[in-house]
């Protein structure tokens, strides 16, 4: 017996949907509640390990116009990534409710966990409401905002998986939570001043000297005065100070030890930021968002000078807490607000802590007693190419996750055959679903947990090197493998054997008998961008940076990898110059300057009175240790890195000789361009035959070839690069010409070599895209010779990065033959 539609439509139904994506702490199931009644459905939602389910009993045409009506009216928090819809049989629901979250009960956890949200506009109409319950209440959040990632310790979502589980909600919060047409419904983080969180402002031994609204006053009058507030906020503490006091700044950088490095600035308000910097629409967007990251803003004006010395822009956020927002309307001025930690330390997240961590930098403390379960920084972002670059993934960002591309080429299990290919694993079968940590590198680290063709991306860790740092690194593995009740079946790192992220993971392979797969540094870069753009072969993968282990033995940083459905080679690099003292020469570029004329000029340059000015910074008996050290190769390590080459000439051209953060010579010489608009190159060589580069260069450093290890087709020699600059400095022609001629003339040697191999598509990544002059001209040009061009933008550029990059490289080789490994190893 058939129906026709009418007789379907007359027809009660049961619909059953199984949603996945970011549906958990946005206000999702309230939505649904009120869709649901408002078509006079009945049925329940919940939460899931997994995500949200549904089910509904109606008219098969009122069920349809529900389920597209999820998908186009969705909370705007929200993202929908897969919708599963079953007809069954109905069973009679008579109303249609929420239902507590369904038990774990080992099931796989997969729902997604939401980022810490800024402050909506409805909440912060309400803490400036006098009339209102929560006016001036500094932790007030709905559905739509608050936080999120910070505080939740399992999933499902509810408030007993979250810090919030110590504060029980009062009648009229438990009204709000239970009542559907209340944006509070079913908000897991609500409270108000009667039963929630509250402040104190606290001396720098830790004693109590103000509580409630009369410490946010206090620390106010604090900050008016010069003095430095350490203020807990969302994910940790901010150390703060105001950002027009000059002394204040520069107290804090002592205390802080950070002599010169940028500091971020809270603004009050959009429009005082729009008095100081320039702001695009999309940069307007950013700052608003709910992200709310700190977006690099070109300033108007060279104001606030000690917050971001010698730099043309700044780092700016508004406010994106209550907190933030009732402190900023006291003071009505912008502040730093920078990470309350010393250099190379994480954050600080503990009241209880934070008087022995931080009283030697902050005078007082603004804390309050909603724990946070983990730290997370403020993220950082900037514009390219009209397009947003994450270049610190943390609030608002993590723990989002991106998803990993299918394995290139049609067969899965494919292997690719290249000199650098992976040892079998006798416990994973092909069939075996993987199950991937990736551990990431040493500096700006991160750490990634891939299932399900999906990697979940830690928050930025930092450097690696001290113990507070290694420990808050095993936290972070820990904390985020706990949400998921996630345990790997293979393990991945760098392939540096120094870091600790790499030691750290041949210990758990040890420990666990876990697989291990050891990726070159700049390999993971390349398929970072590869998987965040789901790219497809043939490509050639360019990763410039200051620093990656070079499996022949020297330091890489300017790489060219032409990738392949069957193979991946390293088709290029830079010649290899020599770093005199090895790490001493990342902090004084004068020394890879020194470096740079010795491969051209041998001894001539110490013998022949050269007059630069970089090298009236050394004393005359520092020279002759460095001659001697150039001429026997001690401690003298080869590099190909392009951030080496940029901290050189930022020295040849007097511009830094000595830095105390990374990138500041590079930025230094970034910045020195100033807006000057020229076309001008300095010429440079590709050497074709790797057999004529070994040969050179042996010969200059006079060495036996047969010890060269030169693997690559094409190497490009700077020396003509070199050349032209020096003839440049000794006309003094201008700084801005020289430092332009010498960013394009490595734009134009990425043009040539696209052009060289042929391949239409290329991806760009690697720290040294962060530079804005040189990756948006990079850009251009390849544009222009109709290049598809890709580059790093949801996930960061640099080492922050390489987790997702090293486990979308494991995904393309998932099962492995025994060979001598190379780009990447296992064991």
């Given at each position: 017996?058939?129906?026709?539609?009418?007789?379907?439509?007359?027809?009660?139904?049961?619909?059953?949907?199984?949603?996945?994506?970011?549906?958990?702490?946005?206000?999702?199931?309230?939505?649904?509640?009120?869709?649901?009644?408002?078509?006079?459905?009945?049925?329940?939602?919940?939460?899931?390990?997994?995500?949200?389910?549904?089910?509904?009993?109606?008219?098969?045409?009122?069920?349809?116009?529900?389920?597209?009506?999820?998908?186009?009216?969705?909370?705007?928090?929200?993202?929908?990534?897969?919708?599963?819809?079953?007809?069954?049989?109905?069973?009679?629901?008579?109303?249609?409710?929420?239902?507590?979250?369904?038990?774990?009960?080992?099931?796989?956890?997969?729902?997604?966990?939401?980022?810490?949200?800024?402050?909506?506009?409805?909440?912060?109409?309400?803490?400036?409401?006098?009339?209102?319950?929560?006016?001036?209440?500094?932790?007030?959040?709905?559905?739509?905002?608050?936080?999120?990632?910070?505080?939740?310790?399992?999933?499902?979502?509810?408030?007993?998986?979250?810090?919030?589980?110590?504060?029980?909600?009062?009648?009229?919060?438990?009204?709000?939570?239970?009542?559907?047409?209340?944006?509070?419904?079913?908000?897991?983080?609500?409270?108000?001043?009667?039963?929630?969180?509250?402040?104190?402002?606290?001396?720098?031994?830790?004693?109590?000297?103000?509580?409630?609204?009369?410490?946010?006053?206090?620390?106010?009058?604090?900050?008016?005065?010069?003095?430095?507030?350490?203020?807990?906020?969302?994910?940790g503490f901010h150390l703060i100070v105001d950002a027009r006091n000059e002394t204040?700044?520069?107290?804090?950088?002592?205390?802080?030890?950070?002599?010169?490095?940028?500091?971020?600035?809270?603004?009050?308000?959009?429009?005082?930021?729009?008095?100081?910097?320039?702001?695009?629409?999309?940069?307007?967007?950013?700052?608003?968002?709910?992200?709310?990251?700190?977006?690099?803003?070109?300033?108007?004006?060279?104001?606030?000078?000690?917050?971001?010395?010698?730099?043309?822009?700044?780092?700016?956020?508004?406010?994106?807490?209550?907190?933030?927002?009732?402190?900023?309307?006291?003071?009505?001025?912008?502040?730093?607000?920078?990470?309350?930690?010393?250099?190379?330390?994480?954050?600080?997240?503990?009241?209880?802590?934070?008087?022995?961590?931080?009283?030697?930098?902050?005078?007082?403390?603004?804390?309050?007693?909603?724990?946070?379960?983990?730290?997370?920084?403020?993220?950082?972002?900037?514009?390219?190419?009209?397009?947003?670059?994450?270049?610190?993934?943390?609030?608002?960002?993590?723990?989002?996750?991106?998803?990993?591309?299918?394995?290139?080429?049609?067969?899965?299990?494919?292997?690719?055959?290249?000199?650098?290919?992976?040892?079998?694993?006798?416990?994973?079968?092909?069939?075996?679903?993987?199950?991937?940590?990736?551990?990431?590198?040493?500096?700006?680290?991160?750490?990634?947990?891939?299932?399900?063709?999906?990697?979940?991306?830690?928050?930025?860790?930092?450097?690696?090197?001290?113990?507070?740092?290694?420990?808050?690194?095993?936290?972070?593995?820990?904390?985020?493998?706990?949400?998921?009740?996630?345990?790997?079946?293979?393990?991945?790192?760098?392939?540096?054997?120094?870091?600790?992220?790499?030691?750290?993971?041949?210990?758990?392979?040890?420990?666990?008998?876990?697989?291990?797969?050891?990726?070159?540094?700049?390999?993971?870069?390349?398929?970072?961008?590869?998987?965040?753009?789901?790219?497809?072969?043939?490509?050639?993968?360019?990763?410039?940076?200051?620093?990656?282990?070079?499996?022949?033995?020297?330091?890489?940083?300017?790489?060219?990898?032409?990738?392949?459905?069957?193979?991946?080679?390293?088709?290029?690099?830079?010649?290899?110059?020599?770093?005199?003292?090895?790490?001493?020469?990342?902090?004084?570029?004068?020394?890879?300057?020194?470096?740079?004329?010795?491969?051209?000029?041998?001894?001539?340059?110490?013998?022949?009175?050269?007059?630069?000015?970089?090298?009236?910074?050394?004393?005359?008996?520092?020279?002759?240790?460095?001659?001697?050290?150039?001429?026997?190769?001690?401690?003298?390590?080869?590099?190909?890195?392009?951030?080496?080459?940029?901290?050189?000439?930022?020295?040849?051209l007097g511009i830094c000789q000595t830095v105390s953060f990374e990138g500041e010579?590079?930025?230094?010489?970034?910045?020195?361009?100033?807006?000057?608009?020229?076309?001008?190159?300095?010429?440079?060589?590709?050497?074709?035959?790797?057999?004529?580069?070994?040969?050179?260069?042996?010969?200059?450093?006079?060495?036996?070839?047969?010890?060269?290890?030169?693997?690559?087709?094409?190497?490009?020699?700077?020396?003509?690069?070199?050349?032209?600059?020096?003839?440049?400095?000794?006309?003094?022609?201008?700084?801005?010409?020289?430092?332009?001629?010498?960013?394009?003339?490595?734009?134009?040697?990425?043009?040539?070599?696209?052009?060289?191999?042929?391949?239409?598509?290329?991806?760009?990544?690697?720290?040294?895209?962060?530079?804005?002059?040189?990756?948006?001209?990079?850009?251009?040009?390849?544009?222009?010779?109709?290049?598809?061009?890709?580059?790093?933008?949801?996930?960061?550029?640099?080492?922050?990065?390489?987790?997702?990059?090293?486990?979308?490289?494991?995904?393309?080789?998932?099962?492995?033959?025994?060979?001598?490994?190379?780009?990447?190893?296992?064991?």
């Open positions: 017996m058939s129906h026709d539609s009418s007789d379907l439509n007359s027809l009660q139904y049961r619909l059953h949907l199984t949603l996945q994506g970011t549906i958990q702490g946005v206000g999702f199931r309230p939505f649904i509640y009120r869709l649901a009644t408002e078509l006079n459905l009945t049925g329940w939602v919940n939460n899931s390990v997994q995500g949200v389910l549904i089910e509904v009993e109606g008219f098969r045409d009122v069920l349809e116009q529900f389920q597209y009506r999820i998908l186009k009216e969705k909370p705007p928090q929200s993202e929908i990534e897969t919708l599963d819809a079953v007809w069954l049989p109905t069973v009679g629901y008579s109303q249609f409710e929420i239902h507590a979250s369904e038990p774990t009960n080992h099931k796989k956890k997969s729902a997604i966990v939401l980022p810490d949200l800024s402050t909506c506009s409805d909440c912060l109409q309400d803490i400036l409401d006098p009339e209102n319950r929560r006016y001036q209440y500094p932790f007030t959040n709905c559905t739509n905002c608050g936080p999120r990632y910070s505080i939740i310790r399992d999933l499902p979502y509810d408030r007993n998986h979250t810090t919030m589980a110590i504060f029980t909600m009062c009648f009229d919060c438990q009204n709000e939570y239970n009542y559907p047409l209340n944006r509070r419904f079913h908000a897991q983080p609500n409270a108000c001043p009667v039963c929630g969180p509250q402040l104190e402002l606290w001396d720098k031994n830790g004693k109590v000297i103000a509580s409630l609204n009369q410490a946010l006053k206090q620390a106010a009058d604090i900050i008016s005065s010069g003095q430095i507030l350490a203020l807990k906020g969302l994910g204040a700044v520069q107290n804090l950088r002592q205390r802080k030890r950070r002599p010169a490095k940028p500091l971020a600035v809270m603004y009050p308000n959009l429009e005082q930021v729009k008095q100081d910097c320039w702001v695009s629409e999309l940069e307007e967007k950013l700052l608003s968002s709910a992200a709310a990251p700190i977006v690099l803003l070109r300033r108007i004006y060279d104001q606030l000078k000690s917050v971001a010395p010698n730099n043309p822009y700044l780092g700016v956020m508004l406010p994106y807490t209550p907190i933030h927002h009732l402190l900023l309307a006291e003071l009505n001025f912008p502040i730093v607000a920078t990470s309350g930690n010393f250099a190379s330390e994480p954050i600080c997240i503990d009241e209880a802590e934070v008087v022995t961590r931080l009283n030697t930098i902050a005078d007082f403390f603004l804390v309050h007693n909603r724990p946070i379960v983990r730290p997370i920084d403020d993220s950082i972002v900037r514009i390219i190419a009209n397009q947003e670059m994450v270049l610190r993934r943390a609030r608002g960002y993590a723990p989002l996750p991106i998803s990993l591309p299918n394995p290139i080429g049609a067969n899965r299990s494919a292997l690719y055959q290249t000199n650098f290919s992976l040892a079998q694993s006798s416990d994973l079968s092909i069939e075996t679903p993987l199950k991937i940590l990736a551990v990431g590198g040493h500096l700006k680290s991160t750490i990634a947990i891939a299932f399900n063709q999906k990697a979940f991306l830690s928050q930025h860790i930092g450097e690696l090197e001290n113990p507070l740092a290694l420990a808050a690194f095993q936290e972070v593995i820990n904390s985020l493998s706990n949400i998921y009740d996630f345990q790997p079946n293979i393990i991945v790192c760098d392939a540096h054997p120094d870091y600790y992220s790499t030691q750290f993971a041949e210990n758990l392979s040890q420990q666990n008998q876990y697989p291990i797969v050891r990726v070159q540094h700049h390999l993971a870069h390349v398929f970072a961008v590869i998987a965040e753009h789901n790219l497809q072969p043939p490509l050639l993968g360019i990763a410039w940076d200051g620093t990656g282990y070079g499996l022949d033995g020297t330091i890489w940083g300017g790489e060219f990898f032409q990738v392949t459905e069957t193979q991946i080679q390293r088709i290029a690099s830079f010649r290899p110059f020599p770093l005199p003292g090895g790490d001493k020469a990342v902090f004084e570029p004068r020394r890879i300057a020194l470096g740079l004329l010795y491969e051209l000029l041998g001894n001539d340059l110490f013998n022949s009175g050269i007059n630069l000015e970089f090298m009236e910074s050394f004393k005359p008996q520092e020279l002759k240790i460095m001659q001697t050290m150039l001429n026997r190769q001690l401690n003298t390590p080869l590099t190909s890195s392009v951030g080496r080459l940029f901290d050189g000439v930022a020295s040849l010579a590079a930025m230094a010489l970034e910045f020195a361009i100033d807006d000057l608009e020229t076309d001008e190159y300095y010429q440079f060589e590709w050497f074709d035959s790797p057999l004529r580069q070994a040969q050179d260069i042996a010969l200059k450093r006079g060495e036996n070839m047969d010890n060269m290890i030169y693997n690559c087709r094409y190497t490009l020699n700077w020396e003509l690069i070199i050349k032209g600059i020096l003839e440049d400095i000794i006309n003094q022609k201008p700084i801005n010409l020289i430092s332009a001629k010498f960013h394009n003339s490595l734009v134009e040697a990425v043009v040539q070599i696209g052009k060289k191999l042929g391949e239409k598509t290329i991806t760009l990544s690697g720290g040294c895209f962060q530079n804005k002059y040189l990756i948006e001209r990079t850009i251009s040009r390849l544009c222009q010779e109709e290049f598809q061009v890709y580059w790093s933008q949801k996930n960061p550029p640099n080492d922050g990065g390489l987790a997702l990059g090293q486990a979308a490289f494991l995904i393309n080789h998932q099962r492995f033959a025994p060979s001598q490994g190379k780009m990447g190893e296992s064991s």
